[in-house]
């Protein structure tokens, strides 16, 4: 019954060349995050495996996806398909410096976050699966990152979404379980529409291969309802992204879970869904960006107005960032919607920036509400006499997010801004720079409210209050410490930016021209 | 649901079902079958003879926490494209190894492990499931 492969010839339906080692890399993050978050499972009633499991397996993570960055920056694109099955017909696995790029900064990230819950998250919530399930999340955000085939970017969608939950009802309080509701329907309303839209090119195309779909697309495509599909990946990323009209979930939602999660969440997830629109709009479906790349420009003027003005009137520390990580989506879409090379580097430069800046400032929100025993900016203040390292390290960040000099956002936003200057479009670029002013003030009058002044409202000037909460000794480094490596991320890229921006440049180019991406996976033959 | 005949007739037919569900996962490679299938059967026989005895001798029976044994299945797919990986193939590329036993060849696979992978997953999460509903009826 078994069909011998000594009977067939089987070079007519699979791989025969063999794989380089270095190429092998590219399905390493999925290895260890899937065994790793399973073993993790296995043993969560072993409260003293589950963090030095957890950090081995991140710190593997990121060793992999730094291997697999110097891969593709050396030898080009890399694509492995599963199984030998020859593409587009087998699942390929495809990486390019963008995508490359992005899993090694999440990788960065999500250590980061590992070493803050190692201390944050407490005993219980180790036994509930945090690390298990920011394995698992980190198992679907590389995989979108790293796949090459669009069906398998929807479950790596779903992977991620799923451990999400996991992570976002962990603590089980009444207000968790409100914003795991809100965040749960929206993005499963994301996801279905990001399913249909796929099924209809699957229809349209009769193939899932991106690489495939690329080249298909650039040959004439008369009656193919392109534009509707097209819609439809914009709705169904846009609402992941939290892109202007549908951004108002991640507000209602993100203040809600621990803060290493929310962290996560707001360094992470939202960039899934830029990087997904930036993979599918601009590289598989070029004439469907310049249809409605007016469309998206206004899309991104309505996230960067709603996310600095939501940022404005928020009086809650979480949710105020929450709003800071909207307008700084608008400026990615910004970037997204000129489609030149310059607005897409800086689209790249700045989710770069943002994944590093945003899970720093909830870190820092995450301490301060401990410190001061509240996350409402009425009640806060007097945090600099608490903890000035905390102080510092946060306004280093907020200055980054808001984008002054020498921090990484001041890089992103300038390279978006001259994009737009260079694009014509001057209006865009006074936009991005009126809303990065809003932003600067939101969040300095937070940093004030909650830091600078002596106490809650009501504390008479020049007095000062002690705060409610302390920070242990022992906790210092793992807390801080996490939130010090961020800080240091994006003044290094502020002082030294020329790696990251070439880095963009290389991903922009390679969105651009997506031939040696086209030709990673099919051989030379096209 | 808990009547005499029921409950007299529920481990023969939970025994039955298991065996038939392992069953139907060892044909699955080459005709209808496999691991999903099979760990649908098996997770439901688990749900009946809950009905029948309660769901604390189904968690006893089980010996481990329906999720570690979902657990337990992901890292075994994880697991099963690892050896591919060793000489040189694409990842879950399928490897095979024909021992004779007893003078019948057998057919073993890097599949049939994926496939046991995905059988302990469903039925890990399946009868977690049902076992928390069933748990909250009583």
């Keep these: 019954m078994a069909v011998s492969e000594k009977t067939v010839d089987l070079s007519q339906a699979m791989v025969t060349a063999p794989v380089a080692p270095a190429d092998a890399l590219i399905i390493a993050p999925i290895i260890i995050t899937l065994f790793f978050g399973g073993l993790l499972l296995m043993t969560r009633k072993r409260a003293a495996w589950q963090v030095p499991m957890g950090l081995f397996a991140l710190v593997l993570l990121l060793a992999a996806c730094a291997g697999l960055l110097a891969r593709v920056l050396t030898a080009g694109p890399v694509s492995v398909t599963m199984g030998s099955w020859l593409p587009p017909f087998g699942i390929s696995f495809t990486a390019d410096a963008l995508g490359a790029s992005f899993a090694f900064v999440s990788s960065l990230v999500a250590l980061a976050v590992g070493l803050f819950a190692s201390r944050d998250i407490d005993g219980l919530g180790q036994r509930y699966g945090f690390f298990a399930f920011l394995l698992l999340m980190m198992c679907g955000i590389c995989g979108a990152f790293l796949t090459g085939d669009i069906f398998n970017l929807y479950v790596w969608f779903e992977v991620m979404l799923i451990a999400s939950f996991g992570l976002m009802v962990l603590g089980n309080t009444r207000t968790q379980l409100d914003g795991a509701v809100r965040y749960a329907l929206l993005n499963l309303l994301g996801a279905a529409f990001f399913l249909a839209a796929t099924g209809y090119l699957y229809g349209s195309l009769g193939t899932l291969n991106m690489a495939d779909i690329t080249e298909r697309l650039r040959q004439p495509t008369d009656g193919l309802p392109l534009n509707t599909i097209a819609a439809l990946f914009i709705l169904g990323f846009g609402m992941k992204a939290a892109a202007f009209p549908l951004a108002f979930w991640l507000p209602a939602s993100y203040h809600t879970p621990s803060p290493a999660a929310a962290a996560i969440f707001a360094g992470l997830l939202t960039k899934v869904g830029a990087y997904a629109l930036l993979r599918t709009m601009v590289m598989v479906m070029p004439a469907a960006h310049a249809v409605y790349a007016d469309f998206l420009t206004w899309i991104a003027i309505g996230t960067m107005l709603l996310g600095s003005l939501g940022a404005l009137a928020e009086s809650d520390l979480r949710r105020l960032f929450g709003y800071v990580v909207i307008s700084g989506i608008g400026i990615i879409f910004a970037g997204l919607a000129l489609g030149s090379a310059g607005g897409l580097s800086g689209a790249i430069v700045y989710a770069l920036h943002s994944m590093l800046v945003m899970t720093g400032l909830y870190l820092a929100a995450g301490i301060a509400a401990r410190l001061g025993g509240s996350q409402q900016l009425r009640e806060l203040g007097g945090l600099y006499g608490a903890s000035p390292l905390l102080a510092g390290l946060t306004l280093l960040l907020i200055l980054s997010a808001a984008a002054l000099p020498p921090f990484s956002g001041f890089w992103a936003k300038i390279v978006v801004v001259e994009a737009a200057m260079v694009g014509g479009r001057w209006w865009l670029a006074g936009i991005v720079l009126v809303t990065g002013l809003f932003t600067a003030l939101a969040a300095g009058r937070a940093f004030a409210h909650a830091f600078w002044r002596g106490g809650p409202v009501g504390t008479p000037d020049g007095a000062e209050k002690s705060v409610p909460g302390k920070l242990a000794a022992a906790d210092l480094p793992l807390l801080l410490g996490p939130l010090g490596f961020l800080t240091m991320l994006t003044l290094l890229i502020g002082l030294y930016p020329q790696p990251v921006l070439r880095l963009a440049e290389i991903g922009a180019a390679g969105l651009l021209d997506p031939i040696p991406y086209v030709r990673a996976v099919f051989g030379a033959a096209p | ?138």
């Design chain 2, 1 to 138: 649901m808990s009547t005499v005949i029921f409950r007299a007739i529920a481990p023969y037919l939970t025994a039955l079902m298991v065996l038939f569900s392992i069953f139907v996962l060892l044909r699955g490679h080459n005709n209808p079958g496999g691991g999903f299938i099979g760990g649908l059967i098996a997770a439901s026989a688990f749900a009946i003879y809950g009905i029948a005895y309660g769901v604390p001798p189904v968690r006893r029976a089980m010996r481990f926490h329906p999720m570690q044994l979902a657990a337990f299945g992901l890292v075994l797919a994880a697991l099963a494209g690892v050896p591919s990986l060793l000489v040189s193939v694409p990842y879950l590329t399928g490897l095979w190894t024909y021992p004779t036993l007893f003078g019948v060849e057998l057919a073993l696979s890097t599949p049939l492990v994926f496939d046991i992978g995905v059988y302990c997953v469903v039925v890990g999460t399946i009868s977690s499931i049902a076992l928390s509903l069933e748990e909250r009826e009583r």
